[in-house]
């Protein structure tokens, strides 16, 4: 069976093909997600998590041919995040994560042991968080998964997004614009 015509089955819910994309590269996605050392209930999380991105992005995928790099990729993205995640290096995901730790450029997550600078970077992130919950969409689930994959790249955010790779910057010029203007809203209102 051709990947197009596998890809093309599984586009259409057809299990076989699933079941076949599935033993032809899981071995693939094992090797990859090894080399970063993880444990092995991590490693299966990183597994799982390229399947779910598959599933997310097959009907994206123009080359079918070209699903094992992708999968191999994204495999090593999910686990590379899931590495970052262990070490304490991550963006503040959602709010109840800002009481534990702040994003600073200058420390890239890692928490603070000053109490009154971890409550106010907290509130900080609480603002920015509730903030977002209050866009409409595209705009939320672009911050919430800027926030979750930092190093995704364009295509890969946009894809996500279910959105063409050329309308991804400028979405997110937008959204960061009706963003900021609601923060400045919000500090200038007492």
């Known amino acids: 069976m051709s990947d197009q015509h ?3 089955a599984a586009l259409t819910g057809d299990q076989a093909a699933w079941d076949v994309l599935v033993a032809r590269f899981t071995g693939l996605l094992w090797s990859a997600v090894r080399a970063y050392g993880l444990s092995p209930a991590d490693s299966a999380d990183a597994v799982q998590g390229t ?3 598959l599933v997310e992005s097959l009907h994206t995928i123009r080359d079918p041919d070209r699903i094992g790099p992708w999968l ?6 999910e686990a590379l995040l899931l590495s970052r995640r262990n070490r304490g290096e991550r963006l503040i995901a959602d709010p109840g994560d800002a009481e534990h730790a702040r ?3 200058a420390d890239a997550g890692h928490v603070h042991s000053d109490p009154a600078l971890t409550v106010l970077t907290a509130d900080e992130g609480r603002r920015l968080w509730q903030a977002v ?3 409409h969409e595209p705009c939320r689930s672009l911050f919430r998964l800027m926030a979750t994959a930092p ?3 364009v295509h890969q955010l946009a894809g996500r997004l279910d959105m063409p790779s050329g309308s991804y910057g400028p979405t997110r010029g937008r959204c960061l614009n009706r963003l900021r203007t609601m923060l400045t809203a919000r500090e200038a209102t007492p």
Do not use: C, I, N, Q
Not at 72 to 77: M, Y
């Open 6 to 8: 596998t890809v093309d």
């Open 151 to 153: 190093d995704a790249g």
């Open 51 to 53: 399947w779910l991105r």
């Open 103 to 105: 994003f600073d450029p």
């Open 133 to 135: 919950e209050e866009m």
């Open 72 to 77: 191999f990729t994204t495999a090593k993205r």
